[in-house]
């Protein structure tokens, strides 16, 4: 009908009001240039074209888009980089890997029954369960994946405090330049670049991640995780991410960064952060509402509620909400050098306990200039954190090559910092105090070491025809074989950016050939013994690692029929309920490699009560390792656990001189 009665340009006009975040640009140019019969004739294809968009923009119903710009929508809702999806194993070869992988766990009498209860799966149950996961992955839209569902419903469904359980952290390498560590300075800059960051993705001009998805890096600024009653959500508020919150002192500032485009400069954002120094010199005297980030999120979920029924409150919470990042402005550590306490301070902070706000992205810069960055774990993972933490600190030095370089822009005039309180806070001092409570118990009891190993690193590692990596969790495994003469069920993490919305999947990096290196390497074995078994233990380890990335692991496979087969009403398989099959993803060590540039410490929390939690770094001539642990497991420390990785390492160099 619109066709009939008007111009071609009336109908670009009219697609254009109903349909522009969906029709590109080139296809309205193409549709101007049209007959109006020619136009009533595609009419059907254009029709069916915005139909099939519709679809394949279906939204998260985890995240809730505020005037998200265009290209924002489109990194995450379509397919720029024609990725392809997540793919799904066989059946029987990810029940192969499995039972690999349980092998260096079981008697033999106890692998025959899995070799039994795995054909019963496979032939069985296994079947329909299989059948249900592709039909429900060839539908258009969110989900992306298979697995892209459940891992969200299981990060926003968790009900543990975000510090500890969810939360890890890098640390950010020291300035060469001495002049340029300073607190305040170092903390304008760092945030002048994240607000360019922020505008180069806005503005669309984020270059491909070379073959990887880049659909996370949206939901890394401007952002909140919002507590709901059993299941939270992410809230996206790009287009009024214009400041950022600091924290100081317990006090909360907004700081406005940008207006109309542009931006106020490293020198101004220097001048307004020694401003809110000044007025938080004084610690805060009222109820402390940010701890109730750091609690159960149901706790927090009541609370928010409540403050939000008030419009002065509810007004400072979207203020935080969509602040770019946060700021926390720390004072001086007692011991600048001392690597546990730094790392402690991102990670499980004591005295800075109130000034964290922990359902967003947080940078931490104390008074020494050590700086570091807690994420939200949610909605992105490692490699996307380490991309926008180089390019801010690489902003005032030529782009590499493809690079877009972070946008010059115009100078903003500096706002007065405003001060964020909530009204009525001491209605809920009975909350926020028991939430203190909660929360100092549970990081009194994380126990934390870091190995700084200057030895070696990968570069002489790779002299002995290994896999740094590998190498690293073959250290890990030897000393944990060394304190509790068993092998562990290890979890490490694999990414699978190359994909579609792809994240991670587990790389269970206890093999066969790793646990028969591992005992003879305890045994203390020849030397010429140790090497091939070792070499022999990384090439594995390469083929397991490989497989991961190409979407060929085992975890998250397992773990889609499972969930599945819950949500259809169905009958555990006697497989999914199998004490061997539960052990075997126990990770006694939850793992994870964060070597990037400018990443100096990177932790985060053991996963199971008597576990380690171990971040590490790979660089080319050292290797550092945060460990993580709880004191009320008597089976662990992970002060002994850090000095068997340091003896592992070393006794593993003597074995290949």
Known sequence: SVVVSCSAQSVVCFLRKTHEEIIPSNLFVEIGKMSLLKIALVGGAVYAFIRSRKKARMPSPHVKLVEVPPALRSMMEENPDDLPRL???????????????????VST??????????EDFKTGAGVELQQQLIDKDSQVGYPYSFIE????????????????????????????????????????????????????????NLESDKGMCSYAYPKHFGSAKIPKKDMDHLVMYSSEARHVIVLCNGHIFSLQLLEEGKLVSVTNIEAKLNEIVQQAQTPFSGVHIQMMTAT??????????????????????????????????????????????????MLVPTLNKANRWWDKQMVIVDGAGGMGITFEHSYGDGTNWGRFIREI??????????????PVMEEAQPKTPQALTFAGAEAFKAQVSAADVEYSKAVGDVDLAVVDFKDFGKNEIKKWNCSPDAVAQLSFQAAYFHLNKRMPPVYEAGATRKFLHGRTETIRSCTEASATFVKAFEEGQPKEKLVGLMQAAAKVHGSMAKAAAGGCGI???????????????????????????????????????????YISLFGFGAVIPEGYGIGYLINGNDISVVITSYKSCSSTSSQKMAEAITTSLRSMKKSVE
């Open 87 to 105: 793919p799904i194993p066989t059946l029987e070869d990810t029940l192969t890997r499995y039972l690999a992988s349980v092998k260096p766990h």
């Open 393 to 406: 600190m690489e902003a005032d030095t030529p782009a590499a090559e493809g690079v877009v370089p972070l």
């Open 149 to 204: 569902q459940h891992w969200d419903e299981m990060y926003n469904s968790l009900r543990c405090p975000a510090p500890v359980n969810i939360s890890p952290c890098f640390g950010i390498a020291d300035e060469k330049d001495f002049a340029r560590q300073a607190q305040v300075p170092r903390a304008a800059r760092f945030v002048h670049g994240f607000a360019r960051w922020a505008s180069k993705i806005t503005e669309g």
């Open 555 to 597: 975890d998250r496979h397992l773990t889609a029929l499972e969930k599945n087969c819950v949500k259809a009403g169905l009958p555990t398989p006697e497989l999914f309920t199998n004490p061997a099959f539960q052990e075997s993803r126990n990770w006694a060590l939850s793992t994870s490699n964060g070597s990037q540039p």
């Open 296 to 345: 159960e999120r149901n706790a927090w979920a009541s609370v928010r509620d409540s403050l939000e029924q008030d419009a002065h409150n509810l007004q400072v919470l979207r203020q935080i909400d969509s602040g770019l990042i946060v700021l926390c402005l720390d004072p001086k550590p007692r011991d600048p050098s001392d690597l546990t306490e730094r790392t402690a301070n």
């Open 109 to 118: 009498e106890e692998y025959a029954l899995q070799e039994k209860m795995a």
